[in-house]
């Protein structure tokens, strides 16, 4: 019992007041101490490679950290021949095949990653000896081998292919190419065509120009002994041949001398991704830089200015962000959000809200202080990497910085004020001087967001930044050709009337790979008007939506779910499933009207929009030449046609490409099975 009443009693101590005590006055934080980071020693080689070395036994690991520090190179018409170069260094040298390095690399469990600017690898101490050997032959005695070219090219190739219709990659691309303009490094992004005029001999020229000591750094982290490892570095990276490096210098970009309105047409797209931004100029480990950084974690951080509005006043969208990056060269600010079509003009106007408000009007204690300490933990999060401590020593040099820069960095933190952030906000926000991008469906919000440009112009891009006129994107087709008339010269290029009216039943099968997985597709057809797609992998349904003429359904027999559809759901589903709608539009309610000839994929098509009886939109582009169609637009996303087979006297597409929500879908047809008497009891619904 005496035990429990002194517990009681330790219980009620912080309640009992002792003295003249004001609860009303918060009691005053503490100073920021000065850290205790861990100190780094520094070595120059003859050859003039930098090297960093920081001792930390906690763990008995060793990692090593390499930076090319050339100045940025404009690629032009062979952009991506860095990150080319960069992968490259792994596959191959002059004693090695990529096989051996991947052996010994995961003989010793060890990691090696590299790029265009950096090898990182690691490994226990024990093994650092061997480390230092593979590191040292990928970096000076790289071999570029044919069929690994190739193979890293195709994947970039595909890589591209994946992302090109994501909002996130076209607004990236697009926002780097406003930012900075067409002659400067950081506004370029690899196409497939770029990537087509690399050849491995332009990597090996960019290797052996760039990748030399006297521009690199050398950062050592782990278990080791500054005596014992100097004569390791010499004895590996010491025969690295120092050259002179090809220097470049490029324009400073501008802020526009006005508000800019740019627009990426998405037709299918049901929300807008915006982006607001403009070149910065300023420096990494500048007094600004930190308060730069402050203040945009207020405005536009996790627990941020425009979260809130956004997300939590307005409900427009699930986040809204900005960043504000210092470089060397040139920095940049950026405010993105995704919004649904009819909130994209007034989610910009809120942007411009918060970037004035944060300009205008001193920010709360509670808020900067609230922001301060979540950087303060951030920071101090970090240092539980080993790593970090090479990353300050490597920045420390590179940008100059005063030795003790991130010992005393919580110091600075905790000296930043309210009139620091509001000196930034107005120093570095330029909202009169900023470039609005919007990868959306143009005919949903171009209006609603001219009325942001000063001149009431809307600039339109393609998806890969190419200007375009939109009142010129499409001409008028020639004189008596009708919306109707394309429909049967498309009736008359898959197989004609005839052969189309004898199918009674048709099975598809298709096939595509998502990340590694087999997928299959089946698509059911039965005259007039039933219905089955099913999708499933490794012989598991994973979906199915059935028509019986009546009713739809659409399951997902995994979870037990079926769903019954309804409204424009259920009405989309009738017409999906008539066999052959081509051949009688007008009998389904469905009107068409041909906009005119627009290019796609450098072939002209005539644009025919469909209206169905509720209104919904969909639009078919049909090639002029052949006749056939090669895309479909609608609320749904697009799907591309291609490398038509005839089976059975009738044409289908070999290959479609499905692009959903920002995700790119390729199917290949396998199997067509036409008149099998299909049962209905296929197409039940109950």
Same mark, same amino acid.
């Given at each position: 019992?005496?035990?429990?009443?002194?517990?009681?009693?330790?219980?009620?101590?912080?309640?009992l007041?002792?003295?003249?005590l004001?609860?009303?006055?918060?009691?005053?934080?503490?100073?920021?101490s000065?850290? =205790?980071?861990?100190?780094?020693?520094?070595?120059?080689?003859?050859?003039g490679?930098?090297?960093?070395?920081?001792?930390?036994?906690?763990?008995?690991?060793?990692a090593?950290s390499?930076?090319?520090?050339?100045?940025?190179?404009?690629?032009?018409?062979?952009?991506?021949?860095?990150?080319?170069?960069?992968?490259?260094?792994?596959?191959g040298?002059?004693?090695?095949?990529k096989?051996?390095?991947?052996?010994?690399?995961?003989?010793i469990g060890?990691?090696?990653s590299t790029?265009?600017?950096?090898?990182?690898? #690691?490994?226990?101490?024990?093994?650092?000896?061997?480390?230092?050997?593979?590191?040292s032959?990928?970096?000076?005695?790289?071999?570029?081998?044919?069929?690994?070219?190739?193979?890293?090219?195709?994947?970039?190739?595909?890589?591209?292919?994946?992302?090109?219709?994501?909002?996130?990659?076209?607004?990236?691309?697009?926002?780097?190419?406003?930012?900075?303009g067409?002659?400067?490094?950081?506004?370029?992004?690899?196409?497939?065509?770029?990537?087509?005029?690399?050849?491995?001999?332009?990597?090996?020229?960019?290797?052996?120009?760039?990748?030399?000591p006297?521009?690199?750094?050398?950062?050592?982290?782990?278990?080791?002994? /500054?005596?014992?490892?100097?004569?390791?570095?010499?004895?590996y990276?010491? /025969?690295?041949?120092?050259k002179d490096?090809?220097?470049?210098?490029?324009?400073?970009?501008?802020?526009?001398?006005?508000?800019?309105?740019?627009?990426?047409?998405?037709?299918?797209?049901?929300? $807008? #991704?915006?982006?607001?931004?403009?070149?910065?100029?300023?420096?990494?480990?500048?007094?600004?830089?930190?308060?730069? @950084?402050?203040?945009?974690?207020?405005?536009?951080?996790?627990?941020?200015?425009?979260?809130?509005?956004?997300r939590?006043?307005?409900?427009?969208?699930?986040g809204?962000?900005? $960043?504000?990056?210092?470089d060397k060269?040139?920095?940049d600010?950026?405010?993105?959000?995704?919004?649904?079509n009819?909130?994209?003009?007034?989610?910009?106007?809120?942007?411009?809200?918060?970037?004035?408000?944060?300009?205008?009007?001193?920010? #709360?204690?509670?808020?900067?202080n609230?922001?301060?300490?979540?950087?303060?933990? #951030?920071f101090?999060?970090?240092l539980?990497?080993?790593?970090?401590?090479?990353?300050?020593?490597?920045n420390?040099? @590179?940008?100059?910085?005063?030795?003790?820069?991130?010992?005393?960095?919580?110091?600075?933190?905790?000296?930043?004020?309210?009139?620091?952030?509001?000196?930034?906000?107005?120093?570095?926000?330029?909202p009169?001087?900023?470039?609005?991008?919007v990868?959306?469906?143009?005919?949903?919000?171009?209006?609603?967001?001219?009325?942001?440009?000063?001149?009431?112009?809307?600039?339109?891009?393609?998806?890969?930044?190419?200007?375009?006129?939109?009142? =010129?994107?499409?001409?008028q087709?020639?004189?008596?050709?009708?919306?109707?008339?394309?429909?049967?010269?498309?009736?008359?290029?898959?197989?004609?009337?005839?052969?189309?009216?004898?199918?009674?039943?048709?099975? =598809?099968?298709?096939?595509?790979?998502?990340?590694?997985?087999?997928?299959?597709?089946?698509?059911?057809?039965k005259?007039?008007?039933?219905?089955?797609?099913?999708?499933?992998?490794g012989?598991?349904?994973?979906?199915?939506?059935?028509?019986?003429?009546?009713?739809?359904?659409?399951?997902?027999?995994?979870?037990?779910?079926?769903?019954?559809?309804?409204?424009?759901?259920?009405?989309?589903?009738?017409?999906?499933?008539?066999?052959?709608i081509?051949?009688d539009?007008?009998?389904?309610?469905?009107?068409l009207?041909?906009?005119?000839?627009?290019?796609?994929?450098?072939?002209?098509?005539?644009?025919?929009?469909?209206?169905s009886?509720?209104?919904? /939109?969909?639009?078919?582009?049909?090639?002029?030449?052949?006749?056939?169609?090669? @895309?479909?637009?609608?609320? &749904?996303?697009?799907?591309?046609?291609?490398?038509?087979?005839?089976? &059975?006297?009738?044409?289908?597409?070999?290959?479609?490409?499905?692009?959903?929500?920002?995700?790119?879908i390729k199917?290949?047809?396998?199997?067509?099975?036409?008149?099998?008497?299909?049962?209905? =009891?296929?197409?039940?619904?109950?």
């Amino acid at each position: 019992m005496k035990k429990l009443n002194i517990i009681i009693f330790g219980l009620l101590i912080p309640f009992l007041s002792f003295g003249q005590l004001d609860r009303s006055i918060r009691p005053k934080a503490a100073p920021a101490s000065e850290l =205790k980071i861990g100190n780094y020693e520094s070595v120059v080689l003859a050859n003039g490679l930098k090297v960093f070395i920081v001792e930390n036994s906690k763990l008995p690991r060793i990692a090593l950290s390499f930076v090319f520090d050339y100045d940025p190179i404009l690629e032009n018409t062979l952009a991506g021949v860095s990150d080319l170069t960069g992968q490259l260094l792994k596959t191959g040298t002059s004693t090695r095949t990529k096989a051996q390095i991947d052996d010994e690399i995961d003989f010793i469990g060890a990691s090696i990653s590299t790029s265009a600017t950096s090898i990182n690898a #690691s490994s226990l101490s024990k093994h650092k000896e061997k480390l230092f050997d593979i590191v040292s032959d990928i970096l000076i005695n790289a071999k570029f081998v044919d069929s690994e070219f190739e193979k890293a090219k195709n994947q970039m190739v595909s890589g591209l292919a994946a992302s090109k219709n994501s909002p996130e990659a076209i607004s990236a691309r697009l926002t780097k190419l406003l930012v900075y303009g067409k002659n400067h490094p950081y506004s370029e992004t690899p196409t497939e065509a770029t990537l087509g005029n690399i050849k491995i001999t332009d990597c090996e020229n960019l290797y052996k120009d760039y990748i030399r000591p006297n521009v690199s750094y050398l950062a050592i982290v782990g278990d080791v002994k /500054k005596d014992e490892i100097i004569p390791m570095v010499e004895k590996y990276f010491g /025969k690295w041949e120092k050259k002179d490096v090809p220097k470049h210098v490029y324009e400073t970009p501008k802020a526009p001398e006005k508000v800019t309105v740019s627009i990426v047409d998405r037709p299918s797209a049901v929300q $807008s #991704s915006i982006t607001v931004t403009f070149p910065v100029e300023l420096k990494p480990g500048t007094d600004d830089a930190l308060k730069a @950084r402050v203040m945009n974690s207020i405005l536009g951080g996790g627990t941020s200015r425009l979260f809130d509005n956004l997300r939590e006043k307005h409900g427009f969208t699930y986040g809204a962000y900005s $960043s504000l990056t210092p470089d060397k060269l040139i920095g940049d600010f950026s405010a993105t959000s995704d919004v649904r079509n009819s909130a994209t003009d007034s989610a910009i106007t809120e942007i411009f809200f918060e970037i004035n408000r944060i300009m205008n009007e001193p920010v #709360s204690d509670k808020e900067i202080n609230l922001h301060k300490n979540e950087l303060a933990g #951030s920071f101090a999060l970090s240092l539980e990497d080993p790593q970090t401590i090479a990353s300050f020593a490597l920045n420390i040099e @590179r940008y100059k910085l005063d030795k003790d820069y991130y010992k005393n960095y919580l110091k600075r933190l905790e000296a930043m004020d309210i009139p620091n952030v509001q000196d930034a906000a107005k120093k570095f926000l330029k909202p009169q001087n900023a470039h609005i991008l919007v990868v959306g469906k143009a005919e949903a919000v171009a209006e609603r967001i001219k009325k942001f440009s000063p001149d009431a112009v809307i600039n339109y891009y393609d998806e890969e930044g190419k200007a375009y006129d939109p009142t =010129k994107k499409i001409k008028q087709a020639p004189k008596g050709i009708t919306a109707e008339s394309v429909i049967e010269n498309y009736i008359t290029a898959i197989g004609g009337r005839k052969n189309l009216a004898k199918i009674k039943d048709i099975t =598809k099968s298709y096939s595509t790979l998502m990340q590694g997985m087999l997928i299959e597709m089946k698509e059911c057809q039965k005259a007039p008007n039933k219905l089955l797609v099913e999708v499933g992998s490794g012989g598991m349904i994973l979906s199915k939506q059935i028509f019986d003429g009546t009713n739809g359904i659409s399951m997902v027999p995994m979870m037990g779910q079926t769903d019954t559809l309804k409204g424009k759901e259920l009405e989309s589903m009738k017409l999906q499933a008539v066999l052959n709608i081509e051949l009688d539009y007008a009998k389904y309610g469905i009107k068409l009207n041909l906009l005119g000839i627009e290019e796609i994929d450098g072939n002209e098509a005539y644009k025919v929009e469909s209206v169905s009886p509720d209104g919904s /939109k969909s639009v078919d582009y049909f090639d002029v030449k052949s006749g056939l169609k090669v @895309r479909s637009v609608d609320d &749904n996303g697009q799907s591309n046609f291609s490398e038509y087979k005839e089976i &059975n006297k009738i044409k289908y597409p070999g290959k479609i490409t499905q692009d959903m929500q920002g995700q790119t879908i390729k199917f290949d047809l396998k199997t067509v099975e036409v008149n099998k008497k299909l049962d209905d =009891k296929l197409f039940t619904t109950k």
